[in-house]
């Protein structure tokens, strides 16, 4: 019976010498990191930086792409991720997209679309969470949405103002 009080005291205390992200990501300067999943409509890859301005403030920069059925896109991003809790974030950001996809992107498995080829800047928010180890943290953007404020060299007066993030997930590494 004491060895069993012994293994489940041990158990439960492990929990109180592990510690939070907050408290490792106050330790931390530098995170690169990267970046995959459905942004700016698009199946995306992305590698980018984030300097720790503290432990809930971080600054940062990013480059995609993606390239799918005709379509493609690039991006750069600059983001500022505020954690409002241990891991939970909202990370308000401004981008930069060169894009070809088609008209009516909804459509396109129903109808051959013409496409259309823009660059365009834009600003965005979203929230997620990210959980770190000593080195590494694992993280996902649940949603965010995004409006293009600007769009510049267009070949078409159909382009959708709206982008979408869904589920994007992050490896990081940091120290």
């Known amino acids: 019976m004491k060895k069993l009080l012994l293994v489940l005291s041990l158990l439960f205390s492990i929990g109180a010498f592990a510690r939070t992200s907050e408290e490792i990501r106050a330790e931390k300067t530098l995170e690169v990191y990267y970046k995959g999943g459905y942004d700016y409509r ?27 059925d005709g379509e493609r896109q690039t991006n ?18 401004v981008f930069y ?4 996809e088609d008209e009516a992107w909804f459509l396109t498995p129903f109808f051959k679309q013409s496409t259309v080829k823009y660059t365009s800047m834009g600003a965005g928010f979203r929230i ?22 600007g769009t510049f060299h267009k070949d078409s007066d159909v382009v959708n103002n709206t982008t979408v993030t869904v589920l994007n997930l992050t490896l990081a590494f940091h120290f």
Request: hydrophobic residues 40%; without cysteine.
């Open 76 to 93: 750069i991003t600059v983001d500022y991720k505020y954690f409002l809790s241990n891991s939970f974030y909202v990370a308000p950001e």
């Open 128 to 149: 997620g969470n990210q959980w770190s180890g000593e080195h590494f943290s694992f993280g996902v953007d649940w949603v965010g949405i995004g409006r293009r404020l």
């Open 97 to 100: 997209l060169n894009t070809v």
């Open 42 to 68: 698009m199946g995306t890859n992305q590698v980018g930086f984030s300097y720790f301005l503290n432990a809930r403030n971080l600054l940062g920069a990013r480059v995609g792409a993606a390239s799918s």
